[in-house]
């Protein structure tokens, strides 16, 4: 890294020094167009085999939750069966006894 630092700053000072110095103008301004700039406008459209290979992997994934979902459902509804609230009694359920309001 330091060898590329050295060589990027030896281009500017061979270019610095290769011309006449003017005053109160800005000279040999470093442009770098490594991407597309977009203000206030929609981007670049991605390229054909990025937008193909983003529908695959979304099916995929789909394919994926769908299928676990199909076969593996216990994920959601739970693993045992819900016990039938009718069936519980009234110490479980937390409510008094009524002989105990009598007294």
């Given at each position: 890294?330091?060898?590329?630092?050295?060589?990027?700053?030896?281009?500017?000072?061979?270019?610095?020094?290769?011309?006449?110095?003017?005053?109160g103008?800005?000279?040999?301004?470093?442009?770098?167009?490594?991407?597309?700039?977009?203000?206030?406008?929609?981007?670049?459209?991605?390229?054909m085999?990025?937008?193909?290979?983003?529908?695959?992997?979304?099916?995929?994934?789909?394919?994926?939750?769908?299928?676990?979902?199909?076969?593996?459902?216990?994920?959601?509804?739970?693993?045992?069966?819900?016990?039938?609230?009718?069936?519980w009694?009234?110490?479980?359920?937390?409510?008094?006894?009524?002989?105990?309001?009598?007294?």
């Amino acid at each position: 890294m330091l060898a590329s630092r050295a060589l990027l700053v030896g281009r500017l000072l061979h270019r610095g020094l290769g011309r006449k110095a003017t005053t109160g103008v800005l000279r040999n301004q470093l442009v770098r167009h490594g991407h597309d700039w977009s203000y206030r406008v929609n981007g670049p459209k991605p390229e054909m085999a990025t937008r193909i290979g983003a529908q695959i992997a979304g099916g995929l994934m789909w394919w994926w939750v769908l299928w676990h979902l199909f076969h593996e459902y216990e994920h959601i509804t739970g693993e045992f069966e819900y016990p039938d609230p009718s069936q519980w009694s009234n110490a479980e359920l937390g409510i008094p006894s009524e002989l105990d309001e009598l007294e």
